[in-house]
């Protein structure tokens, strides 16, 4: 009897930790959906028109080579192939209320998306080609 109580007590304690740990994870996302003009550029890519979702995964690593910015056609889902997948260099800035997209007109008539800023946040994502 006593075997099954610490059995069981330590199942729900790996369960609870498991759980916690998915939360945590998700906590650590941003994403917004936007639609995109003609004539934007965000690293090598030129977007075509149309509805796209945002999403920043916070990997704890300021000076990561990985990428943490990925722009995804919409509708997404967890295993659908991001369109263009970036590193960010962060930096502060103003809290914004609306998702905020910074980029430079270039003579070609393009716009080089240089950075993104999510609803909320003061974090400022200068957005860097993925290694």
Not at 4 to 19: A, D, P, R, Y
Not at 45 to 59: A, E, S
Request: charged share 25%; aromatic share 10%; proline share 5%.
């Amino acid at each position: 009897m006593k075997r099954k109580v610490v059995f069981w007590g330590m199942s729900g304690i790996m369960l609870l930790g498991i759980v916690g740990w998915q939360l945590l994870a998700e906590a650590r996302q941003e994403r917004q959906e936007l639609t995109i003009g003609e004539g934007y550029k965000v690293g090598d890519v030129v977007l075509k028109p149309g509805k796209y979702v945002v999403i920043h995964k916070d990997q704890g690593n300021k000076e990561s080579v990985d990428a943490c910015t990925f722009f995804y056609r919409a509708p997404y889902y967890s295993s659908k192939e991001a369109v263009v997948k970036l590193r960010c260099r962060p930096s502060e800035g103003k809290r914004v209320n609306e998702f905020s997209m910074k980029a430079s007109q270039q003579p070609d008539g393009t716009a080089v998306v240089q950075s993104v800023q999510f609803p909320g946040s003061t974090e400022i994502h200068n957005l860097e080609p993925a290694l």
